[in-house]
Structure formats: C-alpha cells, structure tokens
T-cell receptor
C-alpha cells in the first residue's frame, strides 16, 4: 500500500470548515483513499473513501487532486465533538485490514 | 443494526494468566481483523480471519498469541501467559467483503491491563 503523509496536528475554530490534507504521492491507479477518525478511547470510525472522483456524505467531503497524489478531507462545520485523530490511508490489496494506520492528524476544534 | 461488539471493555490480568478477548462482527460480515494500539501509538494490524480460516497473521507475535473465528460464535483473540508489555487496547474490525471498496467497521476495543 502507498505511504501517506499528514501534518501531526491542526486547530480549527468551532463552526468553521476543517480542511485536513494528506499526501499520497506513490498512490497507484487502483488504490482507494480512506479516511477514519479516532475519538479518544473509542474505536476508529469510518468517514469516507474515494478513488478519483470527489465524494460527499453526511459527515464530510473528500477532494482528490486530479493526479491523485494528494487529497483533502473537509468537515464543513466543525464542532467540538469533531476533535479527534484523523487517519488517511490508501488501500489496494486484499486484506483490507492490513492497511497502515500512521500517526494521523490530531484535529483540535476550539470554541 | 448493532455495530461491532467487543467484550469485555476492560480486562485486568496478572502476569502469567491468560486473556481472552471476544469480537462479534456486524451482521452479515464474515471478515474480521484484529489490531493492537499501545498507549500514545497508532493501530497495528495483527491478524485477519474469515469464518474458520486465518487468512493473514503476519502482524501477530508467534509466541503466546492465537486467534480464531469459528463457524458459530464470536472471534476470539487469546493471549497466553500475559506480560506487562501486552497491556494495550485491542480493537476488532469487520467488513462484508475483502474488497478495496469496502470500509472497515470497528468496535470500541478491549483495554487489557497486565499487573
């Protein structure tokens, strides 16, 4: 699986959009980009995934650049409950669980 | 529709005892994955199972650790003769397919403390 690079931490004001970047410059053509988050002491929560088109669901939007070497997770109106560690991973192989969860980005939403 | 259920949530064992962690996947999911998370660290893959089969155990220590996912009942992660270094949060995830277009659904983990 391709390696991903994320900033270690970010802050965001409550009510504002949170934009979390992820670099995956070695991504292959059939690798999906996945985002999960882990709120303190809980299990990781799936947020969204995509291959090459931008995606949106009730939680977030995922913007993937045309060359697919980077992506941005957008939380449109961050709340205090969105404070968590956000993981960006890419996956191609079978054994979905073997994808590497790196250190992620710790997002702190401030009032 | 219940999510992935793990129990117990907290488990305390003395050094040398056995720890048994259980995971019931979401309904309709036949693929189960176990992870370990040490304090202040990321998730590390341990083992991937389908019903009655271990598919990939490359992340699981060769000694003292074993996993199963029987035809009936939950998946079990077993740690024999626990040591202090086994203290961690153990998470289970499930998916309906082993496909790169199929997200994982996680339980809330079992926190093992070895005294």
């Amino acid at each position: 699986d391709a390696k991903t690079t994320q900033p270690p931490s970010m802050d965001c004001a409550e009510g504002r959009a949170a934009n979390l970047p992820c670099n995956h410059s070695t991504i292959s053509g059939n690798e999906y980009v996945y985002w999960y988050r882990q709120i303190h002491s809980q299990g990781p929560q799936y947020i969204i995934h995509g291959l090459k088109n931008n995606e949106t669901n009730e939680m977030a939007s995922l913007i993937i650049t045309e060359d697919r070497k980077s992506s941005t997770l957008i939380l449109p109106h961050a709340t205090l409950r969105d404070t968590a560690v956000y993981y960006c991973i890419v996956r191609v192989n079978t054994n979905a669980g073997k994808s590497t969860f790196g250190d992620g980005t710790t997002l702190t939403v401030k009032p | 529709n219940a999510g992935v259920m793990q129990n117990p949530r907290h488990l305390v064992r003395r050094r040398g005892q056995e720890a048994r962690l259980r995971c019931s996947p979401m309904k309709g999911h036949s693929h189960v994955y176990w992870y370990r998370q040490l304090p202040e660290e990321g998730l590390k893959f341990m083992v991937y199972l389908q019903k009655e089969n271990i598919i990939d155990e490359s992340g699981m220590p060769k000694e003292r650790f074993s996993a199963e996912f029987p035809k009936e009942g939950p998946s079990i992660l077993r740690i024999q003769q626990v040591v202090r270094g086994d203290s961690a949060a153990y998470f289970c995830a499930s998916s309906p397919l082993d496909s790169f277009n199929s997200p994982l659904h996680f339980g809330n983990g079992t926190r093992l403390t070895v005294t």
